[in-house]
T-cell receptor
């Protein structure tokens, strides 16, 4: 596709359930980022993948959060045993290689934990 | 403690006039700064960036100014247009933008009145 694609666009889940959020970056982009935006807050860095390098996981808020990127393309963000404070918009972005290239964001996956 | 601060949650400007959005940062290690625009229900869109080796970068109607001694940057939009109405996020990074850990402010909502 032409842009970063995320699915699902909206997800309502019960507290304690696991969720998976998917991101298809722009073809050819080696860098992939996950951010989240909680209500009234700025964007919070979660994790960064660059090519075959080990991902920068420094932003993951707890061990309930994990992400992988298969084949250097599609990425999945998994949240285990969801809590209400996990409710946020989860934004995926990609760029050709690192921040010096323009970062393109997807439209986000809106997660609501009830 | 917020490392990137946008102290004005909102700004209203008349069409044709200048919009000035401000951003302050606390981390002296930041050396790469970006502005993003976000419309409701869409992902952020890259606007303009500046490296700490510069004090000004211009792209059409958008100019970013960086004052390193004051740890302050600003985005000027001249002339402002109704289509510029959006939330503007300031973001900063260390290590010359080589990593994915962008730190975002909470955003300023700009309203441009016709």
């Amino acid at each position: 596709g032409a842009g970063v694609s995320q699915s699902p666009s909206n997800k309502v889940t019960e507290k304690g359930k696991d969720v998976e959020l998917r991101c298809d970056p722009i073809s050819g982009h080696t860098a992939l980022y996950w951010y989240r935006q909680s209500l009234g807050q700025g964007l919070e860095f979660l994790i960064y993948f660059q090519g075959n390098s080990a991902p920068d996981k420094s932003g993951l808020p707890s061990d309930r959060f994990s992400a992988e990127r298969t084949g250097g393309s599609v990425s999945t963000l998994t949240i285990q045993r969801t809590q209400q404070e996990d409710s946020a918009v989860y934004l995926c972005a990609s760029s050709l290689s690192g921040l010096r290239n323009t970062i393109y964001f997807g439209e986000g996956s809106w997660l609501t934990v009830v | 403690d917020q490392q990137v601060k946008q102290n004005s949650p909102s700004l209203s400007v008349q069409e044709g006039r200048i919009s000035i959005l401000n951003c302050d940062y606390t981390n002296s290690m930041f050396d790469y700064f970006l502005w993003y625009k976000k419309y409701p229900a869409e992902g952020p869109t890259f606007l303009i960036s500046i490296s700490s080796i510069k004090d000004k970068n211009e792209d059409g109607r958008f100019t970013v100014f960086l004052n390193k001694s004051a740890k302050h940057l600003s985005l000027h939009i001249v002339p402002s247009q109704p289509g510029d109405s959006a939330v503007y996020f300031c973001a900063a990074s260390a290590n010359g933008g080589s990593q994915g850990n962008l730190i975002f402010g909470k955003g300023t909502k700009l309203s441009v009145k016709p």
